[in-house]
C-alpha cells in the first residue's frame, strides 16, 4: 500500500482459493487506512517459479461521518 503522503507500508496477503483462481486479500488491520485521501495498492508474488507483479490500482479513503 502507498498512503496519499506516499509512505509504502508492506503487509503478506493470502490466496483467496490457492492461488488458482489469481486472487489474493489481506484482511485489514485497525488504523491502516486512517490517513484520507487517494491511496495506491499493488501485488506481488512469489513462489518457486518466479516473481510477479500486479497492476496498480487506486481508491480513495473518506473521512468517517
Given amino acids: 500500500f502507498k498512503d496519499p503522503d506516499g ?4 503487509k503478506t496477503a493470502l490466496f483467496a482459493n490457492a492461488g488458482t483462481d489469481g ?3 489481506y484482511i485489514v488491520e485497525t ?3 486512517s490517513t484520507i485521501g487517494r491511496w495506491e495498492v499493488e ?7 518466479g516473481a510477479w507483479t500486479s497492476e ?3 481508491f480513495k479513503v473518506n473521512r468517517i461521518l
Fill in 23 to 25: 486472487q489474493i486479500y
Fill in 56 to 58: 496498480i490500482g487506486t
Fill in 7 to 10: 509512505n509504502k507500508t508492506t
Fill in 31 to 33: 488504523g491502516l487506512f
Fill in 43 to 49: 501485488g506481488y508474488i512469489v513462489d518457486p517459479s
